[in-house]
């Protein structure tokens, strides 16, 4: 059996009000030419990440220049006969968004294009893989869009509290929207406060490990806070600060809907699902109805970084989370 592999994305635009998919018309090379709709796609090149495959390709078949989205990425596997011989393919989608008013021109291998709503997927599109892949694409651009409403929301807190004493600058979750794994910890520190992003810092760098420990990767896994502004000198949040963010927190997890949350710290372990002491209750998997998801405890990485014995206490509680994993 021969192996091929290519790479291409989902490309999408906004057009008066309306999201729609671009798709490429292919036909059979047969005196009849039936034709079909596929994504833009083409093989990965020897030595070729499939990111810069599918850029390239695009560009090469569509005319487009794209940027991709960081982690949207889908694989769809098929097999076909090649003469006597038999191919496994496997095609990695991306996903890109394009402006409303991209010009589109297709390479001579194709037929043409054509912009589909999702609405039209059923009866436009001929293979289910297409449509299933296309399903997700639209499901995962819902939870962005979203995402990123809420986050303009929460944005808009320090403006609305007359005595507001974190910073005024959001550090939003960062990841997949649609991941299957959230971690939670108290709050942003001061670097990340300067970043934007939550663990960048030397507690970051540590919870990387322990995630990779885990058997997991850090891309694939949604990292959030309680309260998502800095409190100056990395104090503890306020109650009433606490009250005013954690209905964003509780927002977020309902829009991405990770089977795993995983809180780090005293914190966000009373906060979330109202269990103090993590000491005493770490490496713990609870079961939570109000987010319709299992819950991990254990302790927070900036402890583990100022007190290096609950180091090899928190790699305990991640190596016990692999096994954890593998049953969820």
């Not at 893989?129 to 409403?149: C, F, G, P, T, V």
């Not at 309680?226 to 306020?238: I, M």
Request: with cysteine; glycine share 6%.
């Amino acid at each position: 059996m021969k192996f091929e592999f290519s790479a291409g994305a989902i490309i999408y635009r906004e057009q008066r009000g309306k999201r729609q998919f671009l798709f490429l018309k292919r036909d059979d090379g047969s005196l009849h030419r039936i034709t079909w709709l596929d994504t833009p796609k083409g093989r990965i090149e020897k030595g070729e990440h499939a990111h810069d495959a599918a850029i390239r390709e695009i560009r090469e078949e569509t005319g487009l220049s794209v940027m991709l989205d960081p982690y949207f990425k889908e694989e769809i596997h098929y097999w076909y006969m090649d003469g006597k011989e038999k191919i496994s393919k496997t095609v990695t989608h991306f996903l890109a968004k394009v402006p409303a008013d991209s010009n589109v021109k297709v390479s001579q291998e194709h037929a043409g294009f054509v912009w589909l709503e999702f609405s039209q997927r059923e009866k436009e599109l001929k293979y289910p893989q297409s449509r299933e892949i296309l399903e997700k694409a639209n499901d995962y651009i819902d939870r962005l869009e979203a995402i990123e409403e809420l986050n303009t929301e929460y944005a808009k807190l320090p403006s609305q509290h007359k005595n507001w004493d974190l910073s005024k600058r959001l550090v939003p979750g960062h990841g997949p929207v649609n991941a299957k794994i959230m971690i939670v910890g108290q709050a942003p520190g001061r670097n990340e406060d300067i970043e934007g992003k939550p663990f960048i810092g030397q507690a970051g760098k540590l919870l990387t490990v322990m995630i990779e420990k885990a058997g997991l990767k850090r891309e694939n896994i949604y990292i959030t806070s309680v309260v998502q502004f800095f409190p100056p000198d990395n104090r503890l949040p306020t109650e009433e600060e606490t009250a005013s963010c954690l209905p964003f927190l509780k927002k977020q997890i309902s829009i991405i809907k990770p089977k795993l949350i995983i809180v780090v710290g005293n914190y966000p372990s009373e906060h979330v699902i109202g269990m103090k002491n993590v000491m005493t209750i770490h490496g713990k998997l609870v079961d939570s109805e109000e987010y319709n998801a299992k819950v991990f405890i254990t302790i927070h990485p900036a402890a583990a970084v100022r007190i290096k014995k609950h180091v090899p206490v928190m790699e305990g509680d991640f190596v016990k989370l692999k096994e954890i994993v593998k049953s969820i």
